[in-house]
């Protein structure tokens, strides 16, 4: 046992080649426990050859034991080879006490090869041998937490959290939080995100927290949670938009826009903060501003539809026809479809005179409009402009169904339908 706390020190220490010696001289020379034990600490180390070595020269004399094949099987994942894992543990025998956890490793390789159903069979089975063992509930309850099935997962955490807070390292109320928001249920969410912080104080649970207060409307909560974070850590990313978001909520527009440029100078390149400023900006009267940071989101992404179809609402109004058109077609040649286009091009090309260009994009958007009134209402107007008087008695007929009481509507049909 004394030589293999030396190894340890001198590994510890960095002295490799003093470390390495002493290793042979246990392979070579030494007792089967300082094999075990000092497999153990080179697995620890990440000396995988030397582990796998000791292993397999321990299985010459003990072919079945349970414990060596376990740590040869979790050796060989370190390796990257999952073959020769399984094959390791498929040896131990089921009256072995390290069965069980040899289902649990075999429940994990399943899981990470999206073989779900399998690697529950295995944990069921482990938990058959070992009904009180708290860690199998808990891989348990990660497996279905991995797989979306958040109310199954929640019982399991639930079992878990009866008998210990924490296994392996992790925080079962964080686990147990995160499960509750993912499936919707915040407010209970909330209560053991809360339990999580009081229990370990962790920069990604705080994260949690603030963002699953926003999603059940306490925006309050979440605004001083997201701006803690923010004094703990400037570069959590993730934090700016959705503090804005917050701010926005409470009708804090300029805390909101704060917000954002303080994410833009921590990310420039995420073009939802871009997008969401421009809206922001939109909000407090500044056009100016707003144009510059949509821009800024299209540079990011030619194709970002959702920035285009801001911009160009802000550039009609302005009556920069050719500017919504310069729009379109860059979005356009990035081959992304989006219907809202079709129409803004129609309005464009009308209100610049392109009137074949006008009709031809109003055919294409009616393909996804014709059940929108002020679509309709747009498509009717603009085919009595140009003559086309039956096309637009028959859309005309279509917004008298949809408000029958529209005085406006029926005059304009009649006298098409008249004419």
Excluded: C
């Excluded at 993730?238 to 503090?243: A, E, G, P, Q, T």
């Amino acid at each position: 046992m004394k030589i293999i706390e030396e190894i340890t020190g001198l590994l510890e220490d960095g002295q490799l080649d003093e470390a390495l010696a002493a290793y042979e001289d246990i392979l070579a020379n030494g007792t089967d426990d300082d094999k075990f034990l000092l497999a153990e600490e080179m697995f620890r180390f990440g000396f995988l050859e030397e582990t796998k070595t000791l292993l397999e020269k321990l299985l010459n004399d003990y072919p079945e034991e349970g414990e060596l094949l376990v740590l040869l099987a979790e050796t060989f994942l370190e390796m990257g080879d999952e073959e020769a894992a399984m094959l390791a543990l498929d040896k131990i025998p089921a009256d072995d006490p390290a069965y069980p956890q040899a289902l649990l490793l075999m429940a994990d390789m399943y899981q990470m090869d999206g073989l779900y159903e399998v690697s529950e069979q295995k944990l069921q089975k482990a938990k058959e041998l070992l009904p009180e063992e708290v860690i199998i509930d808990f891989a348990l309850a990660e497996l279905y937490a991995h797989q979306g099935k958040f109310a199954e997962a929640i019982k399991a955490y639930e079992k878990v959290l009866k008998e210990q807070e924490e296994v392996g390292g992790a925080n079962v109320n964080q686990r147990m939080a995160e499960a509750l928001s993912a499936g919707g249920l915040f407010e209970d969410a909330l209560v053991y995100y809360e339990k999580a912080l009081a229990q370990r104080f962790e920069i990604n649970t705080l994260f949690g927290y603030a963002f699953t207060a926003l999603q059940a409307g306490h925006n309050k909560t979440a605004i001083e949670n997201f701006e803690d974070l923010k004094e703990l850590d400037p570069e959590y990313h993730s934090l700016y938009l959705l503090l804005a978001r917050a701010y926005e909520r409470e009708e804090l527009l300029p805390e909101a826009f704060e917000a954002i440029k303080l994410g833009i100078r921590q990310d420039e390149f995420n073009k939802e903060l871009f997008y969401y400023g421009g809206k922001i900006a939109l909000k407090l009267g500044d056009e100016e501003g707003a144009e510059t940071l949509l821009r800024e989101a299209l540079a990011l992404d030619p194709g970002f539809s959702e920035g285009a179809l801001v911009l160009n609402k802000l550039l009609a109004s302005q009556d920069r026809y050719e500017d919504v058109l310069d729009i379109i077609n860059a979005i356009d040649a990035n081959e992304e479809e989006e219907p809202q286009l079709l129409w803004d091009a129609a309005v464009a090309y009308h209100h610049l005179e392109e009137y074949s260009k006008a009709l031809n994009k109003y055919q294409q958007a009616y393909n996804f409009f014709k059940q929108e009134k002020d679509f309709l209402s747009d498509y009717g107007y603009f085919l009595i402009e140009e003559g086309k008087r039956a096309e637009a008695a028959e859309i005309f007929s279509m917004l008298i169904k949809r408000e029958p009481g529209n005085e406006e509507y029926r005059e304009l049909f009649e006298r098409l339908s008249g004419e």
